[in-house]
């Protein structure tokens, strides 16, 4: 009885992992995911604790909190004058560049179109 299907089990190891193994034996800031070696600053523990402590623990909606939509709507504005993003509709967060893509790709695309990728590209 097999314990995976058999498209998973066709995966290979991910490259960031594989770059993050190389960074630790180098010595070197891996910057392919996001594991500090590091402190988290102060203020962002106070933030978070503050956060907690004010019942602001929910998950956010799938688009995006709305006070981070209209702050990015604010500063495409600053920097693009005459742009009008409206943050209800045009604007969504993600929780990273898989899911942006994933979200992207399934608005977009159907079955069979074809697409292509320029290298260097995102290995997802």
């Known amino acids: ?11 290979t190891e991910s490259v960031i992992r594989d770059m993050n193994r190389l960074a630790v034996q180098a010595g070197a800031v891996s910057l392919a995911q996001g594991f500090p070696d590091f402190a988290c600053p102060p203020e962002l523990k106070e933030a978070a604790a503050a956060a ?15 006070p981070l939509r209209e702050a990015i709507a604010a500063k495409t504005a600053r920097f693009h004058p005459g ?18 893509m994933i979200a992207a ?15 260097p590209f995102y290995e997802n």
């Open 83 to 100: 742009w009008q993003v409206d943050p209800e509709t045009q604007i969504t967060v993600t929780c990273g560049a898989t899911e942006g």
């Open 1 to 11: 009885m097999r314990s995976i299907s058999r498209k998973a089990a066709s995966f």
């Open 105 to 119: 790709m399934l608005g977009l695309l159907d079955p069979g179109d074809e697409v292509i990728v320029f290298e």
């Open 52 to 66: 907690v402590n004010a019942d602001i623990n929910q998950y956010a909606i799938t688009w995006g909190a709305r």
